[in-house]
């Protein structure tokens, strides 16, 4: 039977070509720098207990509310199997990097702790431009520090990765301060007082908003809301003085860097565990907030809610997918593909029989070799070379083959020599270098 379903599912892609040297050029910068700024690279389960999330994140939000995709067996589900609630696909990393956090022991290490992540995240989203349902993030924790200046490192290292990478002119930082627990009951009995008065002119979501967390009103996107909200009044105005001096704290150290940023003071992020700072990485001009490329902030009480010690700390995680998208409208500039070193051809049998051996050898000794020993013609090897773009062709005919030789054709000029096969390793290596 041949098989009907053969497209990905609605909301993902593969990333081939074009997107894969993209995405790996983002990662590899990340990675970098990574490295310079001390991170030690984390990985954690795709998939994760259930509960990470709801509680975490928070329910009224969209993530948990509408968007979790769950995990379960063909036959029967993992709940039976473990005993323990279910399981789901990762919406996001933080949570995950905070389970670890406490159960790697990590608090008796050296603080703060810094780790950085990247793979794919899932959020059963509506798919659309740069919005995913399978969608790829890096992310940077800091775990262990509640100070000033651990909210402007983490700015600066997202700041760091769109310089790198050519983009820094392209975005905006928006930065807001949602205050602390005690901060947040002030904040959102003001703030529910104020939609409550408007409540007629809130759409329907925003009025289940109001009655669940008000600061989730701040996020909605409909234009009537948006009026109400503009008028609202500012969180920033109502925090107390230790979040005020906190957050003045950050911005001082944001102008010492000379890190340009903008002040939104409805600036809420769609997770519920942020505390004091949060920010966002906007695109210059995407004054609908559709396709932010990055976000983060403190969330200095999660990992107690997680079953740890009272621990401080600052994150952020970048929309890989939409960076991709980004560097090809921009026409930025990565560094080409790598093109292979050699192409070898064979021609005849004898030859064919040798060329994975030589292959293997090319290989082995760091080399790198396109073939097509299934291929007979000489005409369509040639092309397949040309195509890759080889700086050597090497190529074993039916005399070079009794004659254990290989004529080593450079493939810009057109100069060729011939040279016994125990020598082709050296010599190539040396024409290379
Ligand atoms: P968040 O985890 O919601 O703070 O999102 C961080 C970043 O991930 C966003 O700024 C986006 O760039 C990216 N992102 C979030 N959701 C999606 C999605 N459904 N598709 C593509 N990218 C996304």
């Known amino acids: 039977m041949v098989m009907k379903q053969i497209q990905a599912p609605r909301g993902t892609k593969d990333i081939i070509k074009e997107n894969q040297r993209h995405l790996k050029y983002i990662i590899s910068n990340v990675s970098d720098l990574a490295e310079k700024f001390t991170f030690s690279k984390i990985d954690t389960p795709v998939f994760e ?7 975490g994140i928070g329910t009224n939000t969209d993530i948990i509310d509408k968007e979790l995709f769950a995990v379960s067996r063909q036959n029967g589900s993992f709940e039976k199997e473990e005993g323990k609630s279910s399981f789901c696909l ?27 992540y990247e793979g794919p995240m899932f959020r059963y989203d509506k798919p659309q431009k740069g919005r995913f349902r399978e969608f790829r993030q890096a992310g940077f924790e800091i ?15 997202a700041w760091e990765i769109f310089n790198k990478l050519d983009l820094k002119n392209e975005i905006v930082i928006e930065v807001n301060s949602v205050g602390c627990q005690s901060c947040r009951v002030k904040i959102k009995k003001i703030l529910g007082q104020y939609f409550n008065q408007n409540k007629f002119k809130l759409c329907q979501d925003c009025n289940n908003r109001i009655k669940n967390n008000p600061l989730r009103v701040l996020d909605c996107k409909n234009t009537d809301c948006r009026a109400i909200i503009q ?4 969180i920033l105005d109502l925090l107390d003085n230790e979040c005020k001096k906190h957050f003045q704290g ?6 010492e860097m000379e890190i340009p940023y903008d002040i939104n003071p409805y600036l809420v992020r769609g997770l519920d565990y942020y505390t004091k700072t949060t920010f966002e990485i906007l695109l210059k001009g995407d004054d609908k907030r559709q396709n932010s490329l990055g976000g983060g902030g403190r ?54 029989k040798k060329s994975l051996a ?18 007979d013609s000489l005409k369509s090897q040639i092309r397949l070379a040309d195509r890759a773009k080889a700086m050597f062709a090497l190529i074993v005919g039916q005399k070079e083959a009794l004659d254990n030789t290989i004529i080593i054709k450079n493939l810009d000029d057109g100069s060729q020599e011939t040279v016994m096969g125990s020598r082709l390793v050296e010599v190539i290596k040396k024409k290379l270098s």
């Open 143 to 157: 775990i262990g520090d509640s100070s000033e200046a651990i909210d402007a490192l983490t700015i600066l290292v």
């Open 358 to 375: 030589i292959l293997k050898n090319l290989i082995e000794n760091d080399v790198s070799c396109i073939i097509a020993p299934g291929k």
């Open 231 to 234: 008028k609202a009044p500012q």
């Open 250 to 255: 950050v911005l001082e150290y944001l102008d």
């Open 49 to 55: 207990f259930s509960e990470i999330y709801t509680k």
């Open 90 to 116: 990762r919406p996001e990393g933080t949570a995950g990097v905070v389970r670890a956090y406490i159960e790697n022991g990590m608090q008796s290490w050296t603080q703060p702790v810094k780790l950085w």
């Open 299 to 352: 969330y200095d009480n999660l990992i107690e809610l997680f079953g740890g010690q009272k621990t401080p700390a600052v994150g952020f995680a970048l929309g890989l997918d939409r960076i991709i998208e980004l560097l090809q409208e921009r026409k930025i500039k990565i560094p080409e593909a790598e093109t292979p070193n050699t192409a070898l051809i064979q021609v005849g049998e004898k030859a064919r």
